[in-house]
């Protein structure tokens, strides 16, 4: 077993790591960390750190911004979408590689640090879990934090899972320096159909000893009933889905069902921009991360904003996904009557357009945006031009008018990175629905159809789209609720593993990534779309990741790669 293995597989973070190592080296107490000693004969040393088992360890350049990251890449340089037909990355940050089908295993751009990441968060899950009952606590608070430890575990299994298929389980085992390495659990992959198994049998555990509601503001952010519940919902859908091929639609459903049965959440009336702007606790977000003043992500709005604001671009939408946005009337850009008008891009389409997306003309800081040429401020004419967009928009969402541009490093980066909303749910549950009843039907054990949830989700106050019709085929309503899912959660991670599991990256991965040349000629504006970013391509193996090389070379190529890298 190789060292960098150890560090990976089997390492705790700094501040936990195993005193007993140093001993007969060095006999000194390093004043940086806290012992195991320490931790296991202190509830509250040991409570936190079950706390901070929802962050990770910075494992990249430009990853983690005043803050560990947590599951995901959350608020990052580069956020998840511009690794799909979402966004682009300005300045690449070894973003570009995966968008045109580069990634191998020796070069696996940001999304290499997922395997790192994850088993070294269960190795550390299992070692609180082994060890729990060494400390001196009661009963109720010592089976909410194994429940808490529970749920984190499959949260990392979960993403192992959808972004590797079928991987290692460890069980509860907590692997040491002295082990021995040979054991085929470490590197032996199980199937799909187990992997999922065995990480719903931990989200149903967990459920049992989660509360239904944290009791106070330092409790913010810790998993509840419900956040397992919806992330048992998510992979359950996963799992029916075609790639997967692991599970059913009855089982998706079903899942969905039990969030929806809480009575606990709903769709947001404040407003679908407010809800990712602010810190709050609306009844739509299930589970978060929260930030402060201290311990802040990266500045959304100097790092993604337009050069002529003296923003940096960053993450650049491109006109794939502005194309994706329908009209007013709910019919697609290019549907027989839908009114589009190719000179004014951007009238009477779906009001989450305007709450996700600058473009030219929109208002952002008490001005109209000018990403026209000649003389746009915001375009490469502009200020900062090597910030210009790649794609001539900018994103929108997330992004907090309030906070400043300039010189934002101890105010801004408040806004909360939601993992899990009522919407998404939603569309778990319509879109189970439709596979196994169609649209029209109400299933068996549930309140509504999947027409109905839709119709929630469009009827939010300020969005307004038309409701669905009855009548629609099962094929149809497919089409029209992968679009909803496309706009309703753009930029939340989602797109990057929907496009995957319903087996059509290789349709939307291999299309240019396109954006658009504004010429002005006096109060005349001409629109022609341009190719972004060149030589985007996606191939059948990219279905699923490569595992990092190194990871292969430490097992002594005990670890099966996947298929065709």
């Keep these: 077993m190789k060292l960098v293995k150890k560090r990976y597989m089997i390492g705790l973070l700094g501040f936990a790591a195993i005193a007993a190592c140093n001993k007969g080296f060095l006999d000194v107490v390093p004043t940086d960390r806290v012992s195991d000693a320490a931790i296991l004969s202190d509830s509250i040393l040991f409570e936190s750190f079950v706390v901070n088992r929802y962050m990770g ?75 729990i009952e060494q400390v001196p606590m009661s009963t109720a608070r010592k089976n909410r934090l194994i429940a808490e430890l529970k749920f984190i575990r499959a949260f990392r299994y979960h993403d192992l899972i959808r972004n590797y298929g079928g991987v290692p389980l460890l069980g509860d085992r907590v692997y040491g320096l002295n082990d021995d390495m040979a054991d085929p659990a470490l590197f032996e992959r199980q199937d799909l159909g187990t992997c999922i198994t065995y990480t719903l049998t931990q989200l149903d555990e967990a459920v049992a000893g989660l509360p239904a509601d944290n009791g106070s503001s330092w409790a913010l952010g810790r998993a509840t009933a419900g956040a397992a519940l919806a992330l048992k919902s998510r992979l359950t859908l996963y799992a029916a889905s075609p790639l997967y091929h692991a599970g059913s639609w009855e089982q ?8 929806i049965s809480l009575n606990k959440y709903s769709i947001s009336q404040s407003g679908y921009g407010a809800l990712f702007r602010k810190a709050s606790t609306d009844n739509e977000i299930i589970f978060a991360r929260y930030y402060s003043v201290g311990a802040r992500h990266v ?20 006109q794939n996904m502005v194309d994706a946005y329908r009209m007013t009337n709910g019919k697609a850009i290019d549907e027989e009557g839908s009114g589009y008008d190719a000179q004014h891009p951007y009238a009477n389409r779906d009001p989450r357009f305007y709450e996700t997306i600058l473009y030219n003309g929109a208002t952002y800081r008490g001005r109209a945006l000018e990403t026209f040429v000649p003389g746009g401020r915001d375009s490469r004419e502009g200020p900062d031009n090597w910030n210009t967009s790649r794609t001539g928009y900018y994103l929108y969402k997330f992004i907090d008018e309030d906070m400043p541009i300039n010189n934002p490093w101890n105010i801004a980066g408040l806004q909360p990175w939601i993992y899990f909303r009522y919407a998404e749910i939603l ?9 196994l009843v169609g649209p029209d039907a109400t299933p068996a054990g549930a309140t509504m159809s999947a027409r109905e949830a839709l119709n929630l989700i469009r009827s939010r106050a300020g969005v307004a789209m038309p409701a669905v019709a009855e009548g629609m085929s099962a ?37 240019p990534a396109y954006g658009i040349e504004i010429t002005r000629n006096g109060n005349t504006l001409a629109y022609m779309r341009k190719v972004a970013l060149d ?17 292969i070379l430490a097992s002594n190529n005990q670890l099966q790669q996947n298929a065709d890298y």
């Design 57 to 131: 360890v910075r494992l990249m350049d430009k990853e983690a911004e005043g803050t560990p990251p947590g599951f995901g890449r959350g608020f990052e340089y580069a956020l998840w979408s511009s690794l799909t037909d979402e966004s682009v990355y300005n300045n690449d940050d070894n973003t570009w590689l995966v968008q045109r089908g580069q990634l191998s295993p020796e070069n696996t751009g940001i999304a290499g640090t997922i395997w790192k990441r994850s088993y070294r968060s269960i190795r550390e899950c299992n070692y609180a879990l082994a060890n």
């Design 252 to 259: 998706a459903l079903n899942a969905a069902v039990a969030v």
């Design 299 to 318: 500045p959304m709005e100097i790092a993604n904003g337009p050069n002529g604001h003296g923003g940096w671009g960053g993450n650049v939408p491109l």
């Design 427 to 435: 569309l778990n549950f319509a879109e189970a629905a439709n596979e």
């Design 475 to 511: 094929a149809a309503f497919r089409t029209l609720l992968r679009n909803e899912r496309q706009v309703e959660l753009a930029f939340e991670e989602h797109r990057f593993y929907d496009v995957r599991r319903w087996l059509i990256a290789e349709e939307t991965g291999n299309v």
């Design 535 to 551: 030589g985007r391509h996606f191939l059948p193996q990219h279905y699923w990741l490569p595992i990092p090389r190194e990871e």
